[in-house]
């Protein structure tokens, strides 16, 4: 089975900075992305940024700017470093993977983590 666990979250002041960190475990064989999606009270979980095994990144507009995703491959881990933080920042943010498995070679699916509250107070 494959583990994806975020961590990091929690309370900011608005113009403050936080960094979530995700890593990705278990019967895993190439992981070919990975990302963050955000999802606030009654909205729609939106993506808000991912990059590739290759390293490609591509960004929400509304977090261009001001946050940055980068990934350590050996370590099957991908951070969000998040400055400039602004009140409609406040969601709980998941982190995924597109994860090949030992299993089958020849199939990919997204693996999710439980989710991390990130709260920006004005």
């Known amino acids: ?5 975020e961590s990091g979250g929690g309370l900011v002041q608005a113009g403050g900075s ?3 960190s995700c890593a990705a475990s278990g019967n ?3 992981i070919n992305a990975m990302g963050w999606y955000r999802q606030a009270p009654g909205k729609q979980r939106e993506l808000v940024a991912a990059i590739t095994s290759g390293g490609s990144a591509n960004y929400a507009d509304s977090v261009k700017g001001r946050f940055t995703i980068s990934r350590d491959s050996a370590k099957n881990t ?8 602004k ?20 199939y990919n699916r997204d ?3 439980q989710g991390t509250q990130v709260t920006v107070s004005s």
Do not use: H, K
């Not at 089975?1 to 666990?5: A, D, E």
């Not at 982190?95 to 299993?103: A, H, N």
């Open 28 to 30: 895993i064989f190439s």
């Open 87 to 106: 009140p409609e920042d406040t969601a709980v943010y998941y982190c995924y993977g597109r994860i090949t498995t030992r299993s089958n070679f020849s």
């Open 111 to 113: 693996y999710w983590g």
């Open 78 to 85: 991908v951070y969000l470093e998040m400055n400039s933080l």
């Open 18 to 20: 936080l960094r979530l």
């Open 1 to 5: 089975q494959v583990q994806v666990v």
